[in-house]
Nanobody, 113 residues
Framework: QVQLVESGGGLVQAGGSLRLSCAASRNAFGIAAMGWYRQAPGKQREFVAT???????NYADSVKGRFTISRDNTENTVYLQMNSLKPEDTAVYYC???????WGQGTQVTVSS
């Protein structure tokens, strides 16, 4: 198994930016596809973005053009750069290791209007 720790959430005004980080506990990170998901209050957890070991990315339509997923294999870390944030982006954001199926504890993102 691998442990994941997210950070970087917070409160931001609409139109602002945040950068989330997800640090993995072991070197298996470099061969794994990683993903970001989010869960708003009263809603199911939903897909946000994924990145493969070869840096191929995929995004939900709702964030395409505003969010960018990237990874640094030397730091065992995956990032989510979020720009032009909207109130509907408010959620707890989770990263997931797509081989082991491990989830992080989540980080809260709140966007005020």
């Amino acid at each position: 198994q691998v442990q994941l720790v997210e950070s970087g959430g917070g409160l931001v005004q609409a139109g602002g930016s945040l950068r989330l980080s997800c640090a993995a506990s072991r070197n298996a990170f470099g061969i794994a596809a990683m993903g970001w998901y989010r869960q708003a209050p009263g809603k199911q957890r939903e897909f946000v973005a994924t990145i493969t070991s070869g840096d191929t990315t995929n995004y939900a339509d709702s964030v395409k053009g505003r969010f960018t997923i990237s990874r640094d294999n030397t730091e065992n870390t995956v990032y989510l750069q979020m720009n032009s944030l909207k109130p509907e982006d408010t959620a707890v954001y989770y990263c997931k290791h797509l081989i082991f199926g491990s989830w992080g504890q989540g980080t809260q993102v709140t966007v005020s209007s």
